[in-house]
């Protein structure tokens, strides 16, 4: 799971690059914009790896109480870093909103594009050999949750 997670980290970072080299031709040399990417980069990238932690505790602890309070937690900080962003300026947020889809651009670019196109390798994501049974879902119970 780690070596998954990490590719992707390492593709956020090259679809962040590349936005910033995209941004340069577009608007120019802006340190705010640049500021918001990093910024966004760095708070989505932060999410994935809270994502990642609380979907290997939901599989091994069979809770959903970390998942909906990372769930919250990563709303939060996905609000307060943008809101910092635009309250220094509005280039800064536009450069914050492009960072946090850097996650999203190096997931389909890895496993849409490079894994599908480029490598004739096998996707990770796709590894399904023949049918799979389902777990049931009643064993995905907290103790005091009433869903």
């Not at 040399?29 to 290997?56: E, M, N, S």
């Not at 599989?59 to 609000?79: C, E, N, S, W």
């Amino acid at each position: 799971m780690a070596k998954f997670r990490n590719e992707i980290i390492v593709y956020a970072c090259i679809m962040a690059a590349v936005a910033e080299i995209i941004s340069l031709f577009v608007i120019g040399p802006d340190l705010l914009f640049a500021i918001g990417l990093v910024i966004g980069t760095a708070v989505t990238i932060l999410g994935f790896i809270i994502l990642v932690r609380t979907g290997q505790l939901l599989m091994d602890d069979k809770k959903r109480k970390p998942v909906i309070l990372g769930y919250v937690f990563r709303l939060f900080l996905y609000g307060l870093s943008f809101l910092f962003c635009i309250k220094l300026s509005l280039r800064c947020g536009c450069g914050c909103g492009c960072g946090f889809i850097t996650v999203h651009f190096g997931i389909l670019f890895l496993y849409g594009i490079v894994y599908r196109f480029i490598k004739k390798k096998k996707n990770p994501l796709n590894d399904w050999v023949g049918t799979k049974e389902w777990n049931d879902l009643s064993v995905y119970d907290d103790e005091d949750d009433d869903w």
